[in-house]
């Protein structure tokens, strides 16, 4: 059995550390609530700080643009200034005739002078220029100077689609024997033999409706 003198003691311990006598008619003892004020102190301090921590980032931050405007506007202004100055205007004339004056751009030139070769190249060979409008579709076309002469043709038409930054497509002529010979053709009929008209060059006298469709191509 425990004595009653040794509950009442344990009853006036401090209900925290069991070890040091109550503060009055407090339940812990001064040393446990010093403590536990303390703890209280620190954690509302943190708290404070972490507080006071952003609101100063927000409030550098909210200076740092202020000052950047104010440096804009003293920067618009400083300019301002300068563009009316005798100085400023100067520069602006020399900058209008600088953009007005005609290029002397080494690669400009050269470039120019391709696109001129190109020109009078395919204006060599032009004869006419062509509007057709066939089935409601416009054609342009060139006619040359020498028709016949397929090898500059095809130069005039590589030179104008890279001028024009556009394909060159290549219509073949189905007249064209020497065409026709490259490639597999059907036995003519023996009563017909030795009497082959485009056997005997490029053009035969009656218009033909086959091999219309032939041809095309990209070059
Ligand atoms: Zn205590």
Redesign the pocket.
């Known amino acids: 059995m425990i004595p009653t003198a040794v509950i009442e003691a344990k009853q006036s311990l401090?209900a925290?550390?069991r070890?040091?006598p109550r503060l009055g008619a407090l339940s812990?003892?001064g040393?446990?609530v010093r403590a536990t004020a303390e703890v209280d102190r620190q954690t509302r301090q943190a708290a404070e700080s972490r507080v006071a921590t952003r609101k100063s980032a927000k409030e550098a931050e909210a200076r740092a643009t202020a000052e950047r405007h104010a440096a804009l506007e003293k920067l618009g202004e400083l300019y301002l200034q300068f563009a009316a100055s005798p100085e400023g205007i100067r520069l602006a004339e020399a900058q209008q005739a600088e953009l007005t004056a005609p290029r002397n751009n080494a690669t400009y030139v050269e470039t120019l002078e391709g696109h001129e070769r190109d020109r009078t190249l395919v204006a060599n060979q032009t004869a006419a220029v062509h509007h057709t409008v066939d089935g409601g579709k416009s054609w342009l076309s060139i006619a040359l100077t020498n028709p016949r002469d397929h090898t500059r043709a095809l130069e005039a038409a590589r030179v104008l689609g890279r001028h024009f930054e556009a394909p060159v497509i290549r219509h073949e002529d189905p007249e064209d024997a020497t065409r026709l010979a490259d490639r597999a053709q059907a036995q003519p009929a023996r009563h017909t033999f030795g009497r082959e008209a485009r056997s005997l060059g490029n053009r035969s006298t009656a218009p033909r409706a086959a091999g219309k469709k032939r041809g095309g191509g990209a070059a």
Request: charged share 35%; hydrophobic share 0%.
């Open positions: 401090c925290q550390c070890t040091r812990r003892c040393d446990c």
